[in-house]
């Protein structure tokens, strides 16, 4: 780090990269430039680490487990916590620290071309300026939304509206409550509280859960939910909310409302653009929406030789996936490209998983992408219980909390090429054993491949074989 002045009263602390925001993106990007000798100063306004440690994947994960365990929902949260480490970010910080970091706390905005001002969090911390010399990265992440239903602002100030965050950090379970929004965060926190007692009504407006995905995959999440005591209710809007008592009415677009302790919201998230003073480096999303990348995530519309210099983004503020895997991804992206080994992301085959019981995976397209993108595909499907692991899972009795009947396999085969281009599996640990055919669609095999793949016996695997097989050339 060098020093430089300015007109401030503040010297400007120059380094080769200046990183806004130390989550999942930031902190991974930090370390790995850090690590291979460039200076670089990492502005945080909260903890290290962002959203996943603390408040998303790690907390919501352990609930599942625990949940799977059949733990009581006190001891489930005190392990809840615990894999949260507490919340603090102190070993996280220091980690950054012995990798050559320099570690800004509070909250930083651009200020001028090759500015960054930081407002310190603590009393006790200095405001800082902070230029860099080779990039400036965005790594903001991204926040919940709340959905425009009547009384939604004024309930959450009372503490009855809940988004992941308190979700995923209560000590308290409520008795009765609404989870707002079918997606896989709705989906795996409706399973955690409604197996932990939580009387649990699931809405949707989408006329399936997880409407990204194919459409049997919905179904089969919400007769999975249904099994586990939720009332789901797709194809509906939630109107409005408001206090009854100590409790909260829901009023529904269609059916009767319910009466909850507590409603979560899960509808979404949109990236941190916000107040980042983004506008003086000529970059100006729309409020909700992300900061546009190029393949090497380039901020798009940025001439590099500007005055700003080259500015990237990564992670969730860039709305490509939101998922910690791909923050990881794209900071090592951006990591190669700053020690001259840059190369174009490739986002084929990126995993989505929702950690339920039985959990869903997917990845490349759907049949309903693949038309929207003119690409004739062909598609199979197998279910699981035609497989010797599920005769002996049931016969152990560890299928006994699970429809089996919805546990299905499919691959999406471009019809042309029989290149394997997408695939969803719902399945008992899914999330682990269908990774292979995120391997498929990266590698854009063809699906003969997978045909002729031994799978070990007697894995859940086996079932990818009984689908290629509908697929591959006889
Ligand atoms: C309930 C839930 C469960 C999830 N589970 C999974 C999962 O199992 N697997 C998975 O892959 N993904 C999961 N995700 C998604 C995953 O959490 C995110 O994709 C990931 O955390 C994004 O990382 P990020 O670095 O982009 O953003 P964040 O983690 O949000 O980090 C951004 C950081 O920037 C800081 N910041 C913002 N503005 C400023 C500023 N002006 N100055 C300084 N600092 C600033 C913030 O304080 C924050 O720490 C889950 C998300 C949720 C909500």
């Not at 009765?176 to 932990?196: D, I, K, M």
């Not at 699931?202 to 919400?222: D, I, K, N, Q």
């Not at 992300?290 to 969730?316: K, M, S, W, Y």
């Not at 016969?395 to 691959?411: F, R, S």
Request: aromatic content about 4%; proline content about 5%.
């Amino acid at each position: 780090m060098t020093s430089v002045s300015d007109d401030s009263p503040v010297d400007v602390e120059a380094f080769d990269v200046v990183v806004l925001g130390a989550g999942s993106a930031g902190e991974t990007l930090a370390g790995e430039l850090a690590r291979g000798g460039l200076t670089v100063a990492l502005v945080e306004a909260g903890l290290v680490g962002g959203e996943c440690p603390y408040v998303a994947c790690i907390p919501s994960k352990a609930l599942l487990l625990a949940a799977r365990q059949g733990r009581e929902w006190k001891d489930a949260a005190q392990r809840r916590d615990d894999a949260a480490g507490g919340r603090d970010d102190a070993d996280a910080a220091q980690a950054l620290v012995d990798d050559g970091v320099e570690l800004v706390r509070g909250r930083g905005r651009v200020v001028g071309a090759r500015v960054v001002a930081v407002r310190p969090d603590r009393r006790d911390d200095a405001a800082r300026r902070l230029t860099w010399h080779r990039a400036l990265v965005v790594a903001t992440g991204s926040q919940a939304r709340l959905p425009p239903v009547d009384g939604l602002e004024a309930l959450r100030d009372n503490g009855k509206i809940w988004t992941s965050d308190e979700a995923l950090s209560s000590p308290d379970r409520p008795e009765r409550l609404a989870v707002l929004g079918g997606g896989p965060v709705g989906c795996e926190l409706a399973q955690v509280y409604a197996h932990f007692g939580s009387r649990v009504t699931l809405v949707e407006t989408a006329p399936s859960l997880l409407a990204g995905e194919s459409e049997w995959v919905g179904a089969a999440m919400a007769k999975v939910l249904r099994r586990n005591g939720i009332d789901v209710r797709v194809g509906t809007a939630a109107d409005a909310v408001a206090p009854d008592g100590d409790a909260v009415r829901l009023s529904v677009s269609c059916g009767d409302g319910v009466i909850v302790d507590q409603v979560l919201v899960a509808t979404g998230r949109s990236p941190r653009t916000a107040d980042l003073g983004l506008d003086l480096l000529g970059i100006a999303p729309d409020p909700g929406d992300p900061l546009a990348v190029d393949a090497r995530c380039r901020a798009e519309g940025l001439d590099a030789n500007g005055p700003a210099g080259v500015v990237f983004a990564i992670g969730d503020v860039t709305g490509v996936a939101p998922f910690t895997h791909t923050a990881n991804y794209q900071a090592r992206l951006v990591a190669a490209q700053l020690r001259g080994a840059g190369r174009d992301g490739d986002y084929t085959g990126l995993p989505r998983a929702v950690y339920t019981h039985p959990a869903v995976f997917a990845t490349g397209l759907t049949p309903a992408q693949a038309q929207d993108r003119g690409v004739a595909v062909r598609t199979a499907r197998a279910r699981l219980d035609q497989t010797a692991r599920a005769f002996v899972e049931a016969a152990a009795g560890t299928l006994d909390d699970v429809p089996v009947d919805v546990c299905e396999v499919e691959l999406v085969v471009d019809a042309a090429t029989g290149v394997l281009v997408g695939a969803s599996a719902v399945g008992p640990d899914a999330d682990g054993w269908a990774g292979e055919l995120a391997l498929a669609v990266r590698a854009r095999l063809e699906v003969a491949v997978l045909e002729d793949l031994v799978h070990a016996f007697p894995t859940w695997g086996e079932v990818i074989h009984l689908a290629a097989r509908e697929l591959a050339p006889r």
